[in-house]
C-alpha cells in the first residue's frame, strides 16, 4: 500500500512541476493537490485529474491549455525519463488527433478524453508538430512496485511504425529502481482544433 501511495504522490509531483519549475514557467497552468483516495490536481478551471493509472492515454482539457501524461521505468535514469517524455508526446499527438478528426470514437468524462474503446486501431494515425513542451520527469528511485501495480497500461508504440502499443511496465524490467512521470502541455492558443486539422501528417484514419 505504501507502495502505490508513494507512485500517486510522485506522479502527483510530476503534474504539480510547472508551479514548482524556474521563472520561465510561470505563465504554465498551476495545479493544487486534494487529498483523498485517490488524490487529486485541482488546476482551478474545472479541471480535476486523479493521481493514479486512469490518468494516462488521455487528453485532459483544461480552459486555456491540453494536458497529457507520461511514465517510464528503466534501470537508468535518463532512458526512464526519455520514456515519459515518448509517452506523453504521443500521447498528445494520438488524442489530439482523434479529437480533431474522429471524435466519436472518444467519450469526454471528469474533463478527460479518450478512447470509447480501447483499441490502437481506433486512433486517427499520424504525426503532428506540437508547439508545447515537456516538464522535465520526477525521479523516485527505489519505489519497488511491480508490473501487477500498473497493469493495463499501455502507450502508443513509434508513429509511423506499424502502430501497436508497447506495456509501459515491460516484466523484464520488472526490477527496475527508476520510475519517472512526466506532464506534456499545449495552450489551446498555441494549437486549436482547426490548426491540428491543417498541420496533420495523416496515415491511418
Request: some cysteine.
Amino acid at each position: 500500500m505504501e507502495n502505490r501511495r508513494t507512485v500517486l504522490l510522485s506522479l502527483a509531483a510530476a503534474a504539480t512541476l510547472p508551479a514548482q519549475a524556474a521563472p520561465a514557467a510561470d505563465d504554465m497552468p498551476k495545479a493544487t493537490l486534494i487529498k483523498g483516495t485517490p488524490p487529486l490536481l485541482d488546476f482551478g478551471d474545472g479541471l480535476k485529474i486523479p493521481c493514479d493509472k486512469s490518468a494516462f492515454l488521455v487528453l485532459w482539457e483544461g480552459k486555456d491549455f491540453w494536458l497529457t501524461l507520461g511514465a517510464g521505468r528503466s534501470t537508468y535514469t535518463q532512458r526512464a525519463n526519455g520514456m515519459a517524455v515518448l509517452y506523453a508526446i504521443g500521447a498528445m499527438k494520438l488524442l489530439l488527433l482523434t479529437l480533431a478528426f474522429a471524435p466519436e470514437r472518444l467519450k469526454q468524462a471528469e474533463g478527460g478524453w479518450r478512447l470509447k474503446q480501447q483499441d490502437i486501431k481506433n486512433y486517427v494515425l499520424g504525426d503532428l508538430d506540437l508547439p508545447g513542451k515537456p516538464y522535465w520527469p520526477i525521479n523516485d528511485t527505489g519505489l519497488g512496485f511491480g508490473d501487477s501495480d500498473m497493469q493495463g497500461m499501455t502507450a502508443p508504440g513509434p508513429l509511423g511504425e506499424g502502430g501497436g502499443t508497447q506495456s509501459m511496465w515491460n516484466q523484464a524490467l520488472s526490477d527496475a529502481r527508476v520510475d519517472s512521470f512526466t506532464t506534456y502541455i499545449v495552450k489551446k492558443k498555441d494549437l486549436s482544433l482547426d490548426e491540428v486539422k491543417a498541420r496533420a501528417r495523416l496515415l491511418a484514419l
